[in-house]
């Protein structure tokens, strides 16, 4: 039996608290070439938004002259950190991300 390799994660849609319109696409886990990436990082703060950066599928912020802004360190520098705590809350609470919901439900 032949199987297509396919991306098989599932998406969550996320509104942020400062921008009530818009809605970001984050899938639920990581892609395994994805963790090699963040594992070259030294700094938590690094880790961090290069997390966010793989993890976001889409979203809807645009430049002054509506071109779509990258997910990158700079532009998710931008955002206020209300909506930086929901995206990484959604990651770690929502998501079974690198298995930290088994870690969590073992400490209580």
């Not at 070439?33 to 599928?57: M, N």
């Amino acid at each position: 039996m032949s199987i297509i390799l396919t991306d098989p994660r599932k998406i969550k849609k996320v509104k942020l608290p400062s921008f009530p319109e818009a809605e970001i696409e984050m899938y639920d886990s990581m892609l395994y070439c994805q963790v090699a990436e963040i594992d070259k990082l030294t700094s938590d703060y690094d880790r961090g938004v290069e997390i966010l950066r793989l993890l976001i599928k889409s979203w809807p912020f645009v430049d002054e002259k509506e071109k779509a802004l990258e997910v990158n360190k700079e532009n998710l520098g931008k955002l206020p950190i209300p909506d930086v705590i929901l995206l990484m809350d959604t990651i770690t609470e929502s998501f079974d991300f690198l298995g930290l919901q088994k870690k969590k439900s073992l400490k209580k």
